[in-house]
């Protein structure tokens, strides 16, 4: 089988979930947190549906990206 993306074979130890790519305890914790804050503000109509969706995707975008290229800095956010 081999990756759709680059032809390498998957077995290789680069694709797929390793733990390189997975978001530590804290990364998680800290965005499930943030997503929380945001659905009080659109609750207290704050913030409107789609500007929670927007936030809470790009949130969620920090803990897909490949987390060995870049450190996490909730400064960021």
Same mark, same amino acid.
């Given at each position: 089988?081999?990756?759709?993306?680059?032809?390498?074979?998957?077995?290789?130890? =680069?694709?797929?979930?390793?733990?390189?790519?997975?978001? +530590?305890?804290?990364? +998680? *914790?800290?965005?499930?947190? *943030?997503?929380?804050?945001? *659905?009080?503000?659109?609750? #207290?109509?704050?913030?409107?549906?789609?500007?929670?969706?927007?936030?809470?995707?790009?949130?969620?975008? +920090?803990? +897909?990206? #490949?987390? =060995?290229?870049?450190?996490? #800095?909730?400064?960021?956010?």
């Amino acid at each position: 089988m081999f990756c759709i993306n680059c032809g390498a074979p998957v077995e290789e130890p =680069s694709h797929g979930d390793n733990e390189a790519n997975r978001p +530590t305890a804290l990364q +998680t *914790e800290y965005v499930l947190d *943030e997503i929380r804050k945001l *659905e009080a503000l659109r609750e #207290d109509g704050v913030v409107t549906e789609k500007e929670f969706q927007e936030q809470r995707r790009n949130l969620i975008g +920090t803990l +897909t990206a #490949d987390q =060995s290229k870049k450190r996490f #800095d909730p400064r960021r956010l």
